[in-house]
């Protein structure tokens, strides 16, 4: 097809002698269309040439020597050099190719050949599955969808917390306490309450605490009791855990949690022994870093920590996966403890490829308007009900909107989920944030509900025509207005943004494509007339509403969001 940041980036190449694939990603989409459809800001050469842009700009465009049937007009403003596409080659560069390409328009190759490893969600066992492990499972799902579709070779790894002192806290308090609650038939809820009233006990007897840490230790040093105890706490967790990824359509290659490294860490500390830098530290064994607090390898009573089991977990997934990149998505609370692993991590004898592909990818609190959430204080909220509440408020908009609606609860469920889903992934991922039912289940705002019921639109229009046209028969022509033109230049551009998302691990920017390229259709749908005009132009109409429908659902499906057929 018709690249035009290509031809662009060609055409600059051969005016300054600079690198085509640097000066491509340089190339702009003005929001504001009256600034061109392409802008090219030549104050990043500024530097490199030693001039002012504005002159950069000038002696570029002198020797630019681009068809107009391609760029209709090349204007100045400033330091940009702004380009001005011509519409119809543009619109029918963009049908031409998803007619090729189709299901897998905006797909590319950049995966090819490379292995990314996604550690994400990662619950913690015997403890509640909360909103706080919502955004960790959208995001890395997210991330786990669009790498696949770029073609990457992709592993999902669920992390679990299965293993640590509170373990040993909660084995202490299965013993004293296990007969008054009822773990089988509710073990989430009633192993919370055993672990809330074993900590107020840890605070108030030292004797109990301790205890508690050499459960933990028997736990490391197999103690069938402990052990037996362990594995029925982590059963009847991930069967819960499980009714929550059904929901969400969640999907994990791998459920390797903590504990499968507990083997696996005394190469870890050997290594690290034999580096001479693990030092003894009030009882403890540390690493000693620059500009951070050191990283603990080993507690007083000889057990190991989360730190260690991540090392462990870098050494295993380096050799089991030969990553080029692996992936933590956990909240910005952990920054510290990926900084010092990754850096520790340069002490196991890795080669550079595995050290210089991890990275952490943080993301900010969910807050309610009530405050944070806590386990200790049991002061909880469960991703189930919650998930289950947006479903029943779905119900209630739609049954107000739309009394005669089929499949209601179906639809409902697709909207419900749809709303949280795209709540978590809309604003930048490091920002905290609010979780507001309005907001979110807000039709007209910038929501999963809205870009569903685009869609909507799409579907139902192609309905009442009765047909899909035939690519081939289109008259491309007619689709000349501005309108159409800005459908098909934000279509154009799937592809960049599926690459910049895996660039920045920013599930954000799909989610922001599928806003823009709703609101440009909705426009579109506003200003032309689809059905019941000439032939050509409705034919030329409907197909454009095909493509965008298709990429709705492409988009959205890779978010881990479900498009209703009607809503
Ligand atoms: N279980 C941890 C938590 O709930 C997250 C684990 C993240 N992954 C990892 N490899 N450390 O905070």
Same mark, same amino acid.
């Given at each position: 097809?018709?690249? &035009? ?41 500024? %530097? ?24 209709? *007009? ?11 596409? =011509? ?26 050949? *490379?292995?990314?490893?996604? +550690?994400?969600?990662?619950? =913690? ?35 679990? $917390? ?12 299965? *013993? ?22 074993? =900590?107020?006990?840890?605070?108030? /007897? ?27 706490? !982590? ?7 499980? %009714?929550?990824? /059904? ?5 994990? +290659? ?30 403890? !064994? ?36 030969? &990553? ?21 991590? %340069?002490?196991? $004898? ?5 050290? /210089? ?43 107000? *909107? ?26 930048? !991922?490091?920002?905290?944030?609010? &979780?507001?039912? /309005? ?54 551009? &799937? ?38 005009? +000439? ?13 965008? $429908? ?15 057929? !009607?809503?």
């Amino acid at each position: 097809m018709l690249d &035009f940041k290509e031809i662009i980036a060609q055409e600059i190449e051969k005016a300054t002698g600079l690198e085509k694939e640097e000066l491509k990603s340089y190339i702009e989409i003005p929001k504001d269309t009256t600034m061109g459809d392409y802008a090219f800001p030549c104050f990043k050469l500024a %530097k490199e040439l030693r001039k002012a842009p504005p002159v950069i700009a000038e002696e570029i465009k002198e020797k630019l020597k681009i068809e107009a049937s391609i760029i209709k *007009k090349i204007e100045i403003v400033g330091g940009y050099i702004n380009f001005y596409a =011509n519409n119809t080659s543009l619109v029918e560069s963009v049908l031409k190719e998803y007619h090729e390409k189709q299901e897998q328009y905006g797909n590319s190759k950049i995966g090819e050949g *490379k292995s990314v490893v996604i +550690d994400y969600s990662a619950p =913690n066992i015997a403890k509640p599955f909360h909103i706080g492990h919502l955004r960790s499972t959208v995001i890395g799902g997210a991330l786990y969808n669009i790498y696949k579709f770029l073609n990457y070779q992709v592993t999902g790894i669920n992390h679990l $917390g299965d293993y640590g002192t509170q373990f040993g806290k909660l084995i202490e308090g299965y *013993k004293l306490w296990g007969k008054e609650y009822d773990v089988e038939s509710n073990p989430i809820d009633e192993l919370t309450k055993i672990y809330i009233r074993i =900590n107020e006990l840890c605070k108030e /007897d030292e004797q109990v605490l301790e205890n508690c840490r050499n459960n933990f230790k028997k736990l490391e040093d197999k103690d069938p009791y402990c052990v037996e105890i362990w594995t029925r706490f !982590r059963e009847l967790s991930l069967k819960e855990f499980q %009714k929550v990824y /059904d929901m969400l359509g969640s999907k994990f +290659d791998s459920w390797n949690g903590e504990a499968f490294y507990s083997d696996k860490m005394q190469e870890v500390v050997e290594t690290l022994e034999n580096t001479g830098k693990l030092v003894p530290s009030e009882g403890a !064994r540390v690493i000693e870093l620059e500009n951070m607090a050191p990283c603990i390898i080993e507690k007083t009573n000889g057990s190991t920590t989360y730190a260690t089991r991540d090392l462990a977990a870098i050494l295993y997934r380096a050799r089991n996966y030969n &990553f080029d990149k692996a992936l933590y998505v956990t909240s910005y609370e952990q920054v510290l403890h990926f900084k010092q692993v990754f850096e520790v991590a %340069k002490l196991l $004898g890795m080669d550079e490829k595995y050290t /210089d592909g991890l990275e952490h990818v943080p993301f900010g609190m969910v807050r309610l308007k009530t405050g944070k959430m806590s386990t200790r204080e049991g002061n909880i909220v469960k991703l189930e009900e919650l998930l289950n509440e947006a479903i029943t408020r779905a119900l209630k908009i739609i049954e107000e *909107k739309n009394p005669e609606l089929e499949e209601k609860e179906e639809v409902a469920r697709k909207v419900g989920l749809g709303a949280v889903i795209f709540n978590d992934l809309s604003a930048s !991922r490091i920002k905290d944030e609010i &979780f507001d039912w /309005d907001t979110m289940l807000n039709f007209q705002g910038e929501t999963g509900p809205y870009i569903q019921y685009i869609y909507v639109r799409t579907k139902s229009v192609l309905e009442k025509a009765g047909y899909v046209p035939n690519y081939e028969e289109i008259q491309v022509s007619v689709l000349s207005d501005k309108a159409s033109f800005e459908v098909a230049k934000t279509i154009s551009n &799937f592809e960049e943004t599926l690459k910049q998302v895996a660039d920045k691990n920013e599930p954000s920017i799909l989610a922001r494509y599928l806003i823009d390229l709703s609101q440009s259709f909705s426009s579109f749908y506003n200003a032309n007339k689809i059905i019941g005009e +000439d032939k050509d132009k409705q034919d030329a109409r409907l197909y454009l509403s095909y493509v965008v $429908g298709n990429i709705l659902k492409t988009g959205a499906s890779l978010l881990g969001i479900e498009m209703p057929n !009607r809503m």
